[in-house]
């Protein structure tokens, strides 16, 4: 209500007594007895001003979707501010206007709670979903998971379950609490099982631990044997490959006790293998010489010939004796694929000569021959009908017999 329009309201009388009128009666507000009239008039025009500051306010909350019971409780405030407020202006207005912010406030209501109770089947979703993450983590094997990654996996939903409770809606006693039971007793099972797969595997450790010294004492014993007690030390190896973990800075401390007793015969073996190799170089030059002199034999043709030279090469190999360990290998295949040269000479010529297979692959000629002579005649006698189709079956045939007598031909050669 504008300042000018108060006059259509509101008057002062001659004791400064000022009324407003209101619902088709004129009533007193106030005095304003120190002031002109103008100013009495002005001042109950401000309240009613901020009366109607407080109504639009109002208007705009409930238009925001502001609480439906904080809207309902200023309504109810409003309402009674308004009665009979010591104002002068359009008071009726305002109270038609606030009457109105009743039927908002009853619309407001039914969103708000269809938007709570959304939020709250959520939540309960929400929650449920978790619950149901932790019962999967408990229902793991505990002796196949990873407890590092199931511990953080349940830690996290811990926290999340933690943030939904304070910043969630709150769900119904009964909904909360069984789903708290429930995720309680998933975290119980995860934590009763991570102690006693720690606990069982603090026993393992214990007993590996035990068992590696063991062999660690065994292999250490084995030092004044000197190369006569790798082979020993070989199956001490086998065993402790067998004995478990005993937890990995244990492990490795021990698996060095256990090296160190291995590297002194293996040391022992070495020096010995050095001295060979220094005796046996000779046998080495010798070998490798025979070696070039056999060459000529990987693409020999007489295998007469190429077998009396082998066998000598042989019996001359025998002779010379050991080469150095780490040339063992290079000169033994080589020799290897000069004798497999000349046994392949020696198969190639059997398979020409045997007897057997000879005779079947005579037959076989022959029986081709008679074949291809009996398909000729039938064909000169189909082209002198001109039976066509006779003509080309025979020709077919015939190819085909001409094709397996050649291969029997080139196998008899």
Known sequence: MAVNDSASWGRVDETGTVFVTDR??????????????????????????????????????????????????????????????????DLESLRVRVSALTETVEKLTEEQKAEAAAAVDAAVAERTALVEAAEALAAKDP????????SASLDELFARWKDHQQNGPRLPKKQGDELWKRFRAARTTVETHRRAFFAGLDSEHKEAR???????????ALASQGTAGIPAYRRLLDEWKLAGRAGKKVDDALWADFKAAGDVLYAAKAEIDARENEEFAENLAAKLAILDEAAPL???????????????????????????????????DRLRAIETAVKKLEEEHWNRSDPEKKARSEGLAAQLERAIADLEAELAAATAAGDTARIAEVTEALEARRTWLSAVDSDKR
């Not at 002796?143 to 199931?150: A, E, G, H, P, R």
């Not at 035990?210 to 250490?220: D, H, P, V, Y």
């Open 24 to 89: 088709g009666v004129e009533r007193a507000v106030g005095q304003f007895p120190d002031g002109t009239a103008d100013e009495a008039l002005a001042y109950f025009t401000r309240k009613f001003t901020e009366l109607e500051g407080q109504v639009r306010l109002l208007e705009q909350r409930a238009k925001a979707g502001a609480p439906a019971a904080d809207v309902a409780k200023t309504v109810a405030s409003l309402t009674g501010a308004l009665d009979e407020p010591a104002a002068v202006g």
């Open 143 to 150: 002796q196949s998971v990873q407890w590092k990654q199931v």
């Open 210 to 220: 035990s068992r590696k010294q063991e062999l660690i004492a065994k292999a250490t």
């Open 298 to 332: 990987l693409k020999a043709t007489d295998r007469v010939a190429a077998r009396r030279t082998l066998t000598g090469i042989q019996k001359r190999w025998d002779a010379i004796g050991k080469v150095p360990r780490d040339q063992v290998k290079t000169v033994e």
